[in-house]
């Protein structure tokens, strides 16, 4: 099976910034996309960024310019760099993943979440 741990969460002021960080580990050949994912009290979870095994990254236009994802595949780690921090970023952080668990099979996992709290 597929484990994710995820760090780097916590309660910082408008225009500061965090780091987040999400380590796969277990059963896997490989790790395909590797993502963040947030959801706001209320609101419906929402793609953050994403990476490709290309390196490749996609954000969601809110957080373009302020955020950077980036992957370590030798540690098959993602990080999400995030700056300029709003108000409205404050949610519940997930980290998303599509493991090639073999050469036909592919399974996507999910964090536990982490909270990310911006004062203004």
């Known amino acids: 099976q597929v484990q994710l741990v995820e760090s780097g969460g916590g309660l910082v002021q408008a225009g500061g910034s965090l780091r987040l960080s999400c380590s796969a580990s277990g059963i896997f050949v490989s790790i395909n996309t590797m993502g963040w994912y947030r959801q706001a009290p209320g609101k419906q979870r929402e793609l953050v960024a994403r990476?490709?095994?290309?390196?490749?990254?996609l954000y969601e236009d809110s957080v373009k310019g302020r955020f950077t994802i980036s992957r370590e595949n030798a540690k098959n780690t993602v990080y999400l760099q995030m700056s300029s921090l709003k108000p409205e970023d404050t949610a519940v952080y997930y980290c998303?993943?599509?493991?090639?668990?073999?050469?036909?099979?592919?399974?996507?996992?999910w964090g536990q979440g982490i909270l990310v709290t911006v004062s203004s």
């Open positions: 990476i490709d095994s290309l390196n490749r990254p």
């Open positions: 998303n993943v599509l493991a090639q668990i073999s050469t036909w099979t592919t399974r996507e996992v």
